[in-house]
């Protein structure tokens, strides 16, 4: 029975496509609470592995001047595959300003730390320590598309959010006050998944009105990381990202 459990949590990371995050709905969230420690690392290190494997499949299609929309397969298989599976591993991995761990719900992690660890182990290739020192805005400006970076101040999170759902469906980085994390936009739902320097203390997945880190902010800075076609062209050569200021 369970390596029956093992396997369908493998199966569940790799083809879940409906959830939207949010973790009182039956996900796999709640299938990977019934592994042991043990279980629970392995099914993550067959993720990444799965990861690193599709990418290379994307890039044998890319060099193949036949194949087209190919970065487009790519920014619809990377929101799919952080929002229903690699997020929800860190889910409740508790929150410490100077925790810098690389492994899901052992240790504490501080939230600059959670957006660098879970792109370089996605695949990304950054400088995981010191961009997850820096300022949000260093974050998202080497990350994001500069022409879709948007800046809001003195409170108004209305605006954000307004822009927000006139956007297309993807994974955004915003920087707070004093804060970084994802944001994931699907449909009419915004949320933020972080590492929440606010109760209840960990790597959550809130609501954009129940998110109290954005309710507490005057400053908004959100970019669009999967709109970016140079990180995902360099994300499918697995070339280096050099941190812009």
Known sequence: MRVFL?????????????????LEDESLYHDLK????????????????????????LLNRYNNPANTGTLDLAKSYLYKT?????FQYWYDTPWDFNGVTEIPGEGNIACGYFVTTTLQQAGYSIDRVYLA???????????????????????????LKKYLLSRPNSLYILGLD???????????????????GFSPWK????????????Q?????????????????LKWLKKERIEVRE
């Open 6 to 22: 093992v396997l369908f949590v493998f199966l569940l990371a790799s083809c879940r496509t409906e959830n939207h995050g949010a």
């Open 34 to 57: 019934r592994l042991s420690k043990e279980e629970f690392h392995q099914s993550y290190k067959s993720l990444l592995k799965r990861m690193d494997k599709k990418r290379n499949h």
């Open 82 to 86: 952080f929002t229903d599976s690699l």
């Open 133 to 159: 020192q820096q300022a949000a805005s260093v974050i998202i400006n080497t990350l994001c598309n500069p022409g879709d970076v948007k800046v809001y101040t003195n409170g108004k999170r209305e605006g």
């Open 178 to 196: 004093s804060h970084v994390g994802f944001v994931q936009k699907k449909d009419s739902m915004i949320y933020m998944i972080h590492s929440s």
């Open 203 to 214: 790597v959550v997945c809130e609501s954009f009105e129940n998110c109290a880190a954005i």
């Open 216 to 232: 507490h902010s005057n400053f908004f800075m959100i970019g669009d990381l999967l709109n970016n076609q140079e990180s995902l």
